[in-house]
């Protein structure tokens, strides 16, 4: 599947998109192990959340559907997981693939974790290490998946000091730190998504956070809790920054989690230039939401502060396109943790940006994007949903059309992106290979 992307003038509008990933993902998990019925509300019925679904019913937990984004889970408690009868499939989700290989590893019972070829080049010592210092048995394809799980061994608490600030690695930690005896904490390198520590303390699970330092008991029980699913920021930020860059548009997009551990992109945008206002800000459980509202703007260069890097680092594909609109120069510096997402997005930007007229130096774990004009023509997505979508962005204010290769994996994170971008005014087309 392709894209091809007309330039036009965005009309705007009031809109909605899909639930939070990475709420979804642990909603899930955590209430798959509660005791009792939980109902998760705003789920996200996106193909990496579908995975972690279909696993857990292979693990025994009964799942029942009211509509794609109601669920009731009937937790089985954290001991309840029944052996599964082949391996699990996480798809193309780094997040399952590693939040799972934190909740199996103090099971009684063996499993496999598997991926598709983007997940298998993904690097995955830095969830094995810590487990297996916490006593995990697991074997992996020179660090990569998929992952073999041994099961029976008995967790031991620990102390991790994470090299890499992962909130995918912490949230491992803490969910094996669940089935160990003691108290398990990590530290991390800087401050990133913390949906874990907010869930567990919502479903009554102590978890104690200080100087940086976050910490669990393991053993507690998890109380079935109902869930609702804030707007994943991370998809809003497409529309968001299509409406900055367009001609006198205003877009509002509901009910948006804003918990300060995410909201990077709109610090970076705003120091940038952009007209972006938080509205209506209300608690959603434990994640705060707002409405954002957003003008089109003049952005102009700067330096991003590595310091906000991990709390925007799903948007830097579009913060790349924000850079390539801007008037002057702007530097992203310790982004080298994007070279080993679904694609190497430093990479991934870069050459699309060239292809498009744009000047873009890469070092290894940074760039420096000049702005200018974009052109028409045809990029690569290399497979990745956030490279498609960044693009499909960008080619809405492109001189001519812009073909977008390989998008299929839009759908892993938001189903209904063409049609939501189309509800704002852009014109996007979906192509198959001859037609571009
Ligand atoms: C996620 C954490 C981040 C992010 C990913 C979702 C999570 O990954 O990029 O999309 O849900 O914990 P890292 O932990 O690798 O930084």
Known sequence: MHYRVIPSALTGGDISVPGDKSISHRALM????????????????????????????????????????????????????????????????????????????????????????????????RVIEPLQAMGAKMTSENGKPPLRLYGEQQLQPVHYALPVASAQVKSAILLAGLFADGRTSVTEPAVTRDHTERMLESMGVSVEVTDGCIGIVGQQTLRATDIVV??????????????????????????VGVN???????????????????????????????????????????????????????????????AALAKGSTSFRGIGELRVKES??????????????????????????????????????????????????AGTVASAPLNILNTAAVTTSFPGFVGCMQSIGARIEIADAVAL
């Open 260 to 322: 300060p551990t995410r909201t990077g992109f709109i610090d970076v945008l705003r120091q940038m230039g952009a007209s972006i206002e938080l509205e209506n800000t209300d608690l959603c459980g434990a994640e705060p939401i707002a409405d954002l509202r957003v003008r089109s703007s003049t952005l102009k260069g700067i330096d991003v502060d590595p310091d906000v890097v991990s709390l925007a680092i799903d948007e830097f594909p579009l913060l790349f396109v924000a």
């Open 230 to 255: 804030p707007a994943d920021l991370s998809s809003a930020a497409f529309p968001v920054l299509a409406a900055i860059v367009g001609q006198n548009v205003e877009v509002i997009v509901r009910g």
């Open 30 to 125: 955590l209430t798959s192990i509660a005791d009792g019925r939980s109902k998760i509300s705003g789920f996200l019925a996106g193909e990496d959340c579908l995975c972690t679904l279909a696993a857990l019913r292979a693990l025994g937990v009964r799942i029942d559907t009211e509509s794609e984004s109601v669920l009731t889970v009937h937790g089985v408690g954290l001991h309840g997981f029944s052996e599964p009868a082949g391996p699990l499939d996480m798809g193309n989700s780094g997040t399952a693939m590693r939040l799972f290989a934190g909740l199996l590893s103090g099971q009684a019972f063996d499993s496999c974790l598997t991926g598709d070829e983007s997940l298998s080049r993904r690097p995955m010592n």
């Open 344 to 393: 190497d997005r430093i990479a991934a930007m870069a050459s699309g940006l060239r292809t498009l007229g744009i000047e873009v130096s890469e070092t290894p774990d940074g760039a420096v994007v000049h702005g200018g004009k974009l052109a028409g023509g045809t990029i690569d997505s290399f497979g990745d949903h956030r490279i498609a979508m960044a693009f499909a962005v």
